[in-house]
Structure formats: structure tokens, C-alpha cells
């Protein structure tokens, strides 16, 4: 498999066929390899940093099914809440004082939450605190909506695909919802110039590597600023509860891969990372990964916010949680930084016989 990691280096690319001989034939030792070459790589564009993104969860109604999440409109256990535009601004007064630079605002597809309310709090936000970054991740919407967003002032927006596989997107959400129709959102926030972020769950039900294949592929294809991957997590109260937690393993493998394919992306070392095991952020920097993600929100709604089982930092306040991170990022020769850690293109340039370069 070294041979496929060389190209995947050189090239940033692999044909599917390839991605999924990849995945099935990874020995330790091949897996130990391409560690060091992710790690090469994020050093030569980002040394030891690490940045920070403020995540302010608020609010966890959704009109979505999907079948792996705990937040899911037909999950009547759960506890739903809205923060109020104060309580969304008391979080970046409080992030900003701590040192963070990018506010993520996350929420279930909301529809008490308007256009309007989301252009207010972004220019509320960038009138406040014109040095920081706003990053949306509140799902499918239209055109229309996302030009509106961007116009107030965001800069950023994630959206994972979930999966790049028709099939497979089938088993995952009701019918009401297409794989076709979530591409094409992520085509139009890249073309309304938005920062784009995308990514998978890592051992979702019923995914084959020939499906994490597709993804790659997909990635690729759309060539994003930011790429979020994390384990499937059971919630105890989905279709999907007794189905297995994804692999850890594999999902520091595929931040790897995917750190060779966009050497200058922003990789999150995903909080479902560090809750299927203690040092799973940790490590998730050590193959290559170069954001973590501390919640901002109250405390007082964290254990809400339950997309997955036994999620971890819901009871820590906001000074907590990054103090914590940035003890934790020492312990692998990383320090946090204060920035707002935007992504810088570059062009790259494939050289025979020589490492890629790249230029400004």
C-alpha cells in the first residue's frame, strides 16, 4: 500500500478503485507510514499550530428524520431548546474574550429561525467583532438564503454530504431528502464564494469502503476548504441505536488521506473523536488534523445538543473547554492559536520526480 500512499502524496489524487483498495488493505505498518506523511505535510503548511473554531449550538429542533441522529424530528425524548439572539451574542462576547476568532453557529434545519434572523445575528456579529469569522452550519437551504448570509457577513458554511453513494444516502434519511439536492447545495455556497465545508460519518450503517471510496472521490471533485469527518455514534433513541460505533482507527486514517489530498485544508479534530476515545483529538492532530472545535454554547442546553450518545464536554463552561484543548494540544507538541485561521488557496504544481510545490 506504500506505493498507492507515494501517489496519493504526489498526486493528492487516487482513482475509487484505489481509495478502496486502500481502505480494505491498510496494514499497521502501511497506516504508520502514512501518519508520518500527513504529518509532514500539515507541518509544511501550519508547523504546530492549531486552530480554534467558538461552536455555538442553537438550536436543536429539526424538521429532518435523518435515522442516525439524536436530534431527529421524530425523536419525541428529546429536550428542545432555541437560544434567543441575546443569549447567541452573549456566547461570542464570552468567546471573544477568550480568544477565539470564528464563531460556528450550529443548529438542526429550524424553521422558526428565518432568513431574517439569521442576517441579523451575522451582522450583528461582524459590526461587534469585524476581526472574527462567522462559519453556518444550519443545513439545506436555498440560493436565495445562502446569498442572504453571505451578504450579511459569513464567511463559512458546513454541510457534510454524509455520504457520496446514492444507495447508501437512501439507507441513511427518509425520502424526502437526495443526495443530488445536498451536492448541489454545496456547489452553490463554493460558487457564492463561501469558505465550503464538507465530510462523512466513519462507519455509518451499511457503508462499505468502496462507498468511503465514492466520498473521497466526491471531496476531491469539490475540492472544499474544510473537511469534517468524526465516527458514527449511536443515539439510543434512532432507528440506528444498535448498530456498532464507527471505527476509530479507520477515521484517523481517512483525516491522513485526506490531509494528502488538500495539504492546505482545515481538518477538524471532531469532538465524536475525542468521545470514542479519551485522546482521540490528540491523535487526530497527530495524523494530521489542525482545528478543534470548543462549545460556546450555555451549559444549561449542552446536554441537549445530544446528536450521539455520551458526547462528551456538555458540562464544561466555555473558559474550561479551551483551557482544556490547549493543555491537551501540548501534550502532542501543538499550541492553540489565536487567529481566525482562514484557509489560503494555493496553486499546485506537480513535479516528476520531486515532492508537489506550491506557490502563492
Keep these: ?46 508547523g504546530n499550530k492549531v486552530f480554534t473554531r467558538g461552536l455555538i449550538e442553537f438550536t436543536n429542533y429539526c424538521k429532518n428524520d435523518c435515522y442516525y441522529c439524536g436530534i431527529r424530528k421524530s425523536n419525541t425524548n428529546a429536550v428542545r431548546y432555541r437560544l434567543t439572539f441575546e443569549d447567541i ?40 467583532y469585524p476581526d472574527c469569522a462567522i462559519t453556518l452550519s444550519i443545513g439545506e437551504k436555498s440560493y436565495e438564503s445562502y ?25 441513511l434519511h427518509p425520502g424526502s431528502l437526495k443526495l443530488a439536492e445536498r451536492k448541489q447545495c454545496l456547489w452553490n455556497l463554493k460558487e457564492l464564494g463561501y469558505q465550503v465545508g464538507t465530510g462523512f460519518m466513519v462507519g455509518s450503517p451499511y ?8 466520498d473521497l472521490t466526491f471531496i476531491k471533485e469539490l475540492e472544499p476548504a474544510m473537511v469534517g469527518i468524526g465516527p458514527f455514534l449511536p443515539h439510543h433513541d434512532t432507528p440506528f441505536k444498535e448498530f456498532s460505533k464507527g471505527s476509530y482507527e479507520l477515521t484517523l486514517r481517512l483525516i491522513a ?27 487526530g492532530i497527530s495524523w494530521g488534523a489542525n482545528v478543534v ?12 445538543y445530544e446528536l450521539y450518545d455520551n458526547k462528551i464536554c456538555t458540562g464544561d463552561e466555555a473558559a474550561e473547554c479551551r483551557a482544556c484543548l490547549q493543555r491537551r494540544m501540548l501534550t502532542v507538541g501543538h499550541e492553540i492559536v489565536t487567529a481566525k485561521g482562514d484557509f489560503i488557496p494555493h496553486t499546485f504544481e506537480t513535479v516528476e520526480g520531486k515532492e508537489d510545490i506550491c506557490t502563492m
Design 1 to 46: 500500500m506504500k506505493d498507492l500512499i507515494d501517489i496519493l502524496r504526489k498526486t493528492r489524487n487516487l482513482k475509487e478503485e484505489e481509495f478502496a483498495a486502500l481502505i480494505r488493505g491498510m496494514s499497521d505498518e502501511d497506516g504508520q507510514y502514512l501518519k508520518e506523511n500527513a504529518f509532514q505535510v500539515k507541518q509544511a503548511f501550519y
Design 89 to 128: 451574542m452573549s456566547c461570542c462576547e464570552q468567546g471573544y474574550e477568550l480568544g477565539f476568532r470564528t464563531f460556528v453557529l450550529q443548529g438542526g434545519e429550524d424553521l422558526r429561525f428565518t432568513d431574517e434572523d439569521i442576517e441579523k445575528v451575522c451582522l450583528s456579529i461582524k459590526e461587534k
Design 147 to 171: 446569498k442572504r448570509y453571505k451578504e450579511a457577513g459569513a464567511d463559512r458554511y458546513l454541510l457534510r454530504h454524509e455520504t457520496a453513494d446514492d444507495e447508501h444516502y437512501s439507507l
Design 207 to 214: 457503508q462499505t469502503p468502496e462507498c468511503i471510496a465514492k
Design 257 to 283: 488521506i485526506i490531509r494528502l489530498m488538500i495539504p492546505n485544508g482545515l481538518i477538524p479534530a471532531t469532538t465524536a473523536l475525542g468521545t470514542i476515545h479519551p485522546k482521540g483529538r490528540e491523535e
Design 293 to 304: 472545535m470548543p462549545n460556546l454554547s450555555p451549559v444549561r442546553v449542552r446536554k441537549q
